[in-house]
């Protein structure tokens, strides 16, 4: 294993495809980069959602514009998270009509995991959560200490996505002990 990147931190060795990010390299390559480049969708899990905010031009803007211009382009935008997002994310939302119809949305209390997936060419998985601090906006001394990896690799990408869909689905939803706290429980009972 590779040690020469900073001390103390064990980096993997290299793998075609697969990359380690931490820091504000999160937000560039996962927020700057790979989300505005979909074609066909864009794949999020999170467990707490916030009002995150990401550069657009000169300015900073809410992240929901970028996926409401998604959604107007087109893109087929689908949000996993598990819990309700706070009044001002609430607020953002409200102003971005494209996502009140356009953008799947699933609540489950369960969801822990975070990751971006995009066309299916390529995933994000890691430790951040869909928040400024979590994904790398926030200044140096106040975003959290988070991690994580981004793929072309479609090894691994299907993997990430069979985690997301199975979720999404309900595959898991049958045996769940938590369904009466979750608001989008699928019915997978037999003739229902």
Not at 29 to 49: Q, Y
Not at 72 to 88: C, F, M, Q, T, W
Not at 89 to 100: H, M, Q, S, T, V
Request: hydrophobic fraction near 40%; charged fraction near 25%; include cysteine.
């Amino acid at each position: 294993m590779n040690t020469d990147a900073q001390p103390g931190r064990i980096m993997p060795p290299d793998i075609p495809g697969f990359q380690f990010i931490t820091g504000s390299a999160i937000y560039w390559k996962v927020i700057r980069e790979a989300i505005p480049g979909a074609h066909e969708f864009v794949w999020i899990a999170t467990s707490d959602i916030k009002d995150l905010h990401a550069h657009k031009g000169r300015k900073m803007v809410p992240f929901l514009e970028y996926l409401s211009d998604l959604v107007r382009d087109g893109i087929a935008v689908r949000l996993l998270h598990a819990k309700e997002p706070g009044p001002a994310f609430r607020k953002d939302f409200d102003r971005y009509p494209d996502l009140i119809e356009g953008m799947e949305r699933i609540l489950c209390p369960r969801v822990h995991f975070k990751c971006v997936i995009v066309d299916g060419a390529f995933a994000y998985s890691g430790s951040a959560n869909l928040t400024g601090a979590g994904m790398g906006t926030k200044s140096e001394r106040r975003r959290n200490f988070e991690s994580g990896f981004i793929t072309t690799n479609t090894g691994i990408i299907s993997g990430v996505m069979a985690q997301f869909d199975a979720v999404w689905m309900g595959k898991h939803c049958p045996q769940c002990d938590r369904k009466g706290y979750c608001a989008d429980a699928k019915d997978m009972i037999e003739g229902n």
